[in-house]
């Protein structure tokens, strides 16, 4: 399946489709924010989303085409696609707002800390726990898209549980980030 889609699309182009989806999600909850139908539309929109994030890479390793901006990019269209559904979620009264402060402080000093590092000419690399956090936040981010109970699945309640994982998952993985700097440095 892989091979078929690679003859047209590029790792980049499903990372910029996953920033160009986040409009159509964002009106999707603001005009749907009672109407159960549009929702879980949007709720699919999000999920096909959050599939990019994985398919890219794939893509990318398939082709053996990774390439530096693609790995700018692609944190980038996270951030973008979570931390602005956050902060909408939080002016619809679905999310802590505490809780988004956190998040989007976490990306903010890890990001600075990537920076500081690159022209100091050190990499951190990516962790499994920067990973384990964004996929936590996209489950936190789509259960709390829906909100509504489905199937007997209290949503709201669970995408709340979720988003604190979450930010406990981002508070770990940014301290590893930070000690990750340190041991670099000390090393240089």
């Known amino acids: 399946m892989v091979a078929f889609f690679s003859k047209w699309l590029t790792a980049n182009h499903l990372t910029t489709l996953r920033v160009a989806l986040v409009p159509f999600?964002?009106?999707?909850?603001?005009?749907?924010?009672?109407?159960?139908?549009?929702l879980f539309s949007t709720w699919l929109v999000f999920f096909f989303a959050c599939l990019t994030d994985y398919w890219d890479g794939v893509l990318a390793r398939h082709q053996g085409k990774t390439t530096k901006l693609g790995k700018?990019?692609?944190?980038?269209?996270?951030?973008?696609?979570?931390?602005?559904?956050?902060?909408?979620?939080v002016g619809m009264g679905r999310a802590p707002a505490a809780l988004t402060v956190i998040l989007i402080s976490r990306e903010f000093i890890v990001n600075g800390l990537r920076s500081i590092a690159a022209a100091e000419g050190m990499v951190i690399?990516?962790?499994?726990?920067?990973?384990?956090?964004?996929?936590?936040?996209?489950?936190?981010?789509?259960?709390?898209?829906?909100?509504?109970?489905?199937?007997?699945?209290p949503t709201h309640e669970v995408g709340i549980v979720l988003l604190w994982a979450s930010t406990v998952i981002s508070l770990w993985?940014?301290?590893?980030?930070?000690?990750?700097?340190?041991?670099?440095?000390?090393?240089?």
């Open 25 to 38: 999600i964002y009106a999707g909850m603001v005009i749907g924010k009672d109407e159960h139908w549009i």
């Open 72 to 89: 700018l990019l692609d944190p980038v269209a996270d951030k973008i696609l979570i931390g602005s559904l956050l902060v909408l979620l």
């Open 125 to 153: 690399s990516a962790s499994s726990g920067g990973k384990l956090k964004t996929i936590s936040q996209m489950f936190a981010v789509g259960f709390l898209i829906i909100h509504y109970p489905t199937i007997g699945i």
């Open 173 to 188: 993985s940014g301290y590893n980030y930070v000690v990750a700097y340190f041991v670099a440095q000390h090393d240089e």
